[in-house]
Nanobody, 124 residues
């Protein structure tokens, strides 16, 4: 129900744009978010965006480099990643959460639908 795309191999300092499309019903609002999992590490929160596409949240390690966007009340989301670092190498997952906005949007447990992930590799 979610399809993530846009991953690939990029050099340090380069940019990529990830996209996520969901077929989730728009009759009820939901949050959209990105998580990532690096080799040998647990999955971690990256960014989330509200139903109306106005409110966003970012993990500290991507602030100022990544930008999340979403069409208002829409089923498509993007993550623009600039100034990529080797530590950004990971499988990136998009997910949706049937919840209102709040601090809990960073919690993996809030998300009930997940995409298959797209691999981002940053080479030095």
């Amino acid at each position: 129900q979610l399809q993530a795309s846009g991953g690939g191999l990029v050099q340090v300092g380069g940019s990529l744009r990830l996209s996520c499309a969901t077929s989730r019903s728009t009759r009820s609002p939901y949050i959209m978010g990105w998580f990532r999992q690096a080799p040998g590490k647990e999955r971690e929160f990256v960014s989330a965006i509200s139903w109306n596409g106005i409110t966003t949240s970012y993990a500290d390690f991507v602030k100022g480099r990544f930008t999340i966007s979403r069409e208002r009340n829409g089923n498509n989301m993007n993550l623009r990643m600039n100034n990529l670092r080797p530590e950004d190498t990971a499988v990136y997952y998009c997910a949706t959460a049937p919840t209102s906005w709040g601090p809990h949007v960073t919690a993996e447990s809030q998300y009930d639908q997940w995409g298959q992930g797209t691999l981002v590799t940053v080479s030095s």
